[in-house]
């Protein structure tokens, strides 16, 4: 979905029509983030004076890292943004004017927040989006979670299988070996099952009792089905 800014004016524009940014104008959601002298192109009118614009290939080289980082985190399309006809002027042409920001505000991360939790173990910024699963991000993770699971713990395992199993999760494997990862269940766990040792993948764990082993495993859950 496209940005939106939340003015009002009498200017107008028709589809088609090449405009640019005044100066001075700051994102409506980033507001650290300038819009002045980005040009584009009026693809959509709504009303009398709000207009979809479409950023220009040279506008979109141009613009800050940090605002398509956050694009993408927030699901949004950065090629296009809502405007109204104040904020904008036509484009007359010329090289073009770009403001940058001056100083970039980064959200302090919340413990309380799932996706943020999840960046501390990566030591990542609120900027950044959460990293695509693979080899080195598994090994971080798992050292992460070798430090801050308690073992043992109850859970079920094969849930999803539709035969869910109790299980008492005693470890990560051995601290001093390579640790357990599997390049298609992601990190591997032992577990106690009718009195022996077996493998299950930490993923698929389900209903663990007690905290914070819950969180803990909750959060590698979403990232590891959603990043992979």
């Given at each position: 979905?496209?940005?939106?800014?939340?003015?009002?004016?009498?200017?107008?524009?028709?589809?088609?029509?090449?405009?640019?940014?005044?100066?001075?104008?700051?994102?409506?959601?980033?507001?650290?983030?300038?819009?002045?002298?980005?040009?584009?192109?009026?693809?959509?009118?709504?009303?009398?004076d709000?207009?979809?614009?479409?950023?220009?290939?040279?506008?979109?080289?141009?613009?800050?890292?940090?605002?398509?980082?956050r694009?993408?985190?927030?699901?949004?399309?950065?090629?296009?943004?809502?405007?109204?006809?104040?904020?904008?002027?036509?484009?007359?042409?010329?090289?073009?004017?770009i403001?940058?920001?001056t100083k970039?505000?980064?959200?302090?991360?919340?413990?309380?927040?799932?996706?943020?939790r999840?960046?501390?173990?990566?030591?990542?910024?609120s900027?950044?989006?959460?990293?695509?699963?693979?080899?080195?991000?598994?090994?971080?993770?798992h050292?992460?979670?070798?430090?801050?699971?308690?073992?043992?713990?109850?859970?079920?395992?094969?849930a999803?299988?539709?035969?869910?199993?109790?299980?008492?999760?005693?470890?990560?494997?051995?601290?001093?070996?390579?640790?357990?990862?599997?390049?298609?269940?992601?990190?591997?766990?032992?577990?106690?099952?009718?009195?022996?040792?077996?493998?299950?993948?930490?993923?698929?764990?389900?209903?663990?009792?007690?905290?914070?082993?819950?969180?803990?495993?909750?959060?590698?859950?979403?990232?590891?089905?959603?990043?992979?």
């Amino acid at each position: 979905m496209a940005k939106e800014s939340k003015r009002h004016s009498g200017r107008t524009f028709k589809i088609g029509d090449k405009v640019r940014v005044k100066h001075g104008f700051m994102d409506v959601d980033y507001p650290d983030m300038p819009l002045g002298g980005w040009a584009g192109t009026v693809t959509d009118i709504e009303g009398a004076d709000t207009f979809t614009i479409r950023w220009s290939k040279e506008t979109l080289k141009a613009i800050h890292p940090v605002f398509l980082k956050r694009c993408e985190i927030d699901g949004l399309d950065p090629e296009e943004y809502v405007l109204t006809g104040d904020d904008l002027v036509p484009d007359t042409g010329g090289p073009l004017d770009i403001e940058q920001p001056t100083k970039i505000t980064t959200r302090p991360l919340s413990p309380r927040d799932q996706d943020d939790r999840i960046r501390m173990i990566f030591e990542l910024t609120s900027n950044d989006p959460l990293p695509a699963v693979d080899d080195d991000m598994l090994d971080t993770y798992h050292r992460y979670l070798a430090k801050q699971l308690v073992f043992p713990f109850q859970a079920d395992s094969g849930a999803e299988y539709g035969h869910p199993e109790r299980v008492k999760v005693i470890g990560l494997g051995d601290p001093d070996e390579e640790p357990m990862i599997d390049d298609e269940y992601g990190i591997l766990c032992e577990a106690r099952l009718e009195g022996q040792v077996v493998t299950v993948p930490l993923g698929e764990l389900d209903n663990l009792k007690g905290k914070p082993n819950r969180q803990l495993v909750d959060d590698y859950c979403y990232w590891f089905h959603n990043w992979r």
